[in-house]
């Protein structure tokens, strides 16, 4: 259905450096939420302190 092949194009790492390229497809991704904001997905915790130090610290803004 539409909405399932648009959940899984839309499924990818939110560091704008990430560089993963393992595996067929990022539908496949294995994603994880930032802790805080739950708002932002990473492949992994590089990305994820990678785009802490290059901003994401700065918006980050816990949901409540």
Same mark, same amino acid.
């Given at each position: 259905?539409?909405?399932?092949?648009?959940?899984? #194009? #839309?499924?990818?790492?939110?560091?704008?450096?990430?560089?993963?390229?393992?595996?067929?497809? @990022?539908?496949?991704?294995? #994603?994880?939420?930032?802790?805080?904001?739950?708002?932002?997905?990473?492949?992994?915790?590089?990305?994820?302190?990678?785009?802490?130090?290059?901003?994401?610290?700065? @918006?980050?803004?816990?949901?409540?």
């Amino acid at each position: 259905d539409v909405a399932s092949a648009r959940a899984a #194009l #839309l499924r990818r790492c939110d560091n704008t450096a990430c560089a993963n390229f393992s595996g067929s497809s @990022e539908a496949g991704l294995k #994603l994880t939420v930032c802790g805080s904001c739950k708002r932002v997905r990473y492949c992994g915790t590089a990305c994820q302190r990678a785009h802490w130090k290059a901003g994401h610290k700065q @918006e980050c803004k816990p949901r409540g």
